[in-house]
Nanobody, 110 residues
Framework: VQLQASGGGLVQDGGSLRLSCAASGSIFSINLMGWYRQAPGKQRELVARITSDDTYYADSVKGRFTISRDNAKKTLYLQMNSLKPEDTAVYYC??????WGQGTQVTVSS
């Protein structure tokens, strides 16, 4: 399975971005998928994940980010609102157990 992430960029404090992650290859079913991020000098952390009937958000993004999916398009999304400088990181989509997107840079300026 290959994952292609897109949608990152430079935005001002309080702005919005929408990340997308398109999956391709032999996919029989997709249940759990997630978004992670890694800031410079920090470990990669879970931002949000989604299953067929549930979502989870890290406390730092709860109320500002929304994870969603379009199974027909095999695409995962992350709508990010009210962005803060501390959200600056490379964002990765993940399909367990081993598929990772290439990462997309999100930079929030103050």
């Amino acid at each position: 399975v290959q994952l292609q992430a897109s949608g990152g960029g430079l935005v001002q404090d309080g702005g919005s971005l929408r990340l997308s992650c398109a999956a391709s290859g032999s996919i029989f079913s997709i249940n759990l998928m997630g978004w992670y991020r890694q800031a410079p000098g920090k470990q990669r952390e879970l931002v949000a994940r989604i299953t067929s009937d549930d979502t989870y958000y890290a406390d730092s993004v709860k109320g500002r980010f929304t994870i969603s999916r379009d199974n027909a398009k095999k695409t995962l999304y992350l709508q990010m609102n009210s962005l803060k400088p501390e959200d600056t990181a490379v964002y990765y989509c993940h399909l367990p157990p081993t598929s990772w997107g290439q990462g997309t840079q999100v930079t929030v300026s103050s």
